[in-house]
């Protein structure tokens, strides 16, 4: 995008040193040079091409003021014939931003006689020139295009066998990689694969940039896509780096930072694009680094030497590779996130002992022994084939919270076989199964049974922080959730919920269900179709395994049927789903029309906090009146907020 003359001599020569280190030297590497201050730039070039031998430059017209082609001529041999270092020079054909300064195809032809010279960049803006350079083309003078959206019909101007070498320059390939595939299809001649990557490019660069016909807008829409990329990467402490947000936010609409927040998130979960994280101070997340860096770790080295690693999978807090090793397939789990109020916090070294009843509520030294789990920064724990956990949940291979390894609490987890209910019923739904086979009704059963194995973990006092189990809590459960109901409501009425004086009186009418609290659970807490991992064989539907506890806490049992009802069996509206889950749990506890209600209790609560998050989201948008459209979630909640409490 042109910021190299935004580095000084000294930055440049880190940066170059800092790529070679990163890319083993096995890439090579150009840099530009925009200036006409002719014995300056000779200078740099001597310097860093004495310095750097595998180093190639490009270099524009004056970029100042128009000028004739005699002087653009007189320019070019000045700086080609003054050069002593052999390193590969290109020139950068772009008048719309060089001063109207362009580079004619008979210029370029008398510029050929000088041996470093190996290349024209060209914006594409007047085909008619462009075709002349392609004339030049062979295999010791590149041309490369320029212009993101017309690489097809660049590509189709050049004969099969000269493809090779030609080249594409893109601004968007800082995020993503389709350019390699763009161009291996040009090579193959596959051109409706070329058509479809072009029509792609052209839609994710439509949305990225701010404006398509701006140069400078088209730079901020690709610096914000970078910052809502690595937002939890990032230091704010940085002044430098706080002056660059607050500059961005001046620059930027809401609308504009809606539109690229989307993409990037869509770009990310479809695998188009990868987030980097740091394993140090200085290397990334790279195939050898991942084996070279736990390779001290006892447990990690006898499963074998890795074979493969797949991902980054982004989640919410976490970032998750699959390494499949020569014994093994393990996943590691990476709290990615600063925003995760327990990130320090391994949860499941706590909650293991409680699933296969190592550790009970009932222990007369519970909290000593809470307080060594938790001061313990590494370990693992492995169920033991005769004292298996009550519900179905993956071995913890290793934890690390020191974040001395990486700048990360991080566990690795047994691999689960199989896949997220949800995928599992939209591939039912989108192939046109039948939904509502027995298989289901027993997978439904087998939901409930589990929960109410989980719900047999109890405990004289709730604890919305697993670190205080033990502990005696300072409040009663009905002050505490009273609070809890009061501020979210409080924040709703600021968010505009017109009906708040209805809500309270709903909660004044049910709260007796919350007064009468006797008995506390352990919870999941994210009990939802995405963290019920299952598998298909032979007619069964099998649950293989319950994922991420980030949010286990002890609580009302009625808390945990909360995204189970909402969002699974509410949408499938199958009475007999719910009587299955139901009955199956009913084995455990009583279901009646009081914990019913209750869980109706817990569930608005839920809706309330869900409400007031959305309602920041749009925030920004809706304060400069740039959304007039309500938003759809907002609606749904709303709507589900008041058949409850009607």
Known sequence: MGEGNLFSATEKIKLIELVLEITEKKIPILMGFYSDKVDDLIQQIENLGKKFESLSFMITPPISGKTSQDEIKAYFE???????????IYLINNPLLFSGNELEPSLLKNMMEFPNLKGIIDSFYNIKNSKAYIQNLNSEFSVICGMEEKFQTFLQLIPLNMRKYCGILSSLSNLVNMYSKLYSY?????????????????????KIYEVRTNEVKKKIGLEYAFLHLYKDSISRTNADINHFYEELETQIDPISKGRIEATMNSLLNSKQIYQLYFLGK???????????????IDVLVEQGKVKKIKGPYIADSNTLYRVNF?????????RTSQFFKSENLIKEKLLYPFL???????????????????STKTGSYLFNKEKLPIIPVCDL?????????VPYAFSVNEYIRGKPLFQLINQYISEGKNLYAKKFLDLFSNLGEHLGCLHMIKFDSFYKNISNIGKTPKNSYSDYFESEFEQRLQEAKKNKIDFCDEIRAF???????IEE?????????????????????????????????????VGSRAQDFIKIDYLILKPLNNPSFYSSFYNSYSKFYTIDKDFKKKIELYKLLWLLNEYNFESKLIRKSDQMDLISTPSLLLENYLFEIKAIIR
């Open 78 to 88: 000045n700086i080609l014939g003054s050069i002593t270092s052999k390193n590969q």
């Open 507 to 513: 909660y004044r009418d049910n709260n007796s269900l």
């Open 326 to 334: 020569e014994n093994s397939q393990l996943v590691f789990r990476f």
């Open 397 to 405: 291979i290793y934890y690390d919270e020191t974040k001395e390894i």
């Open 356 to 374: 296969d009843k190592t550790l009970s509520s009932n222990d007369i030294d519970l909290r000593q022994k809470v307080k060594e789990i938790i």
């Open 282 to 296: 200085k290397d990334l997340y790279q195939f050898d680094e991942i084996i070279n860096t736990f390779s001290n």
């Open 186 to 206: 040009a090579i193959e001649d596959n051109l409706l694969e070329i058509l479809q990557l072009q029509e792609q490019i052209n839609d994710i660069g439509n």
């Open 517 to 553: 609290e006797n008995d506390y659970v352990l919870l999941h807490n994210d009990f939802k179709s995405q963290n019920i991992i299952v598998k298909e064989e032979l007619g069964v539907i099998k649950i293989n395994g319950i994922v991420d506890f980030d949010n286990w806490c």
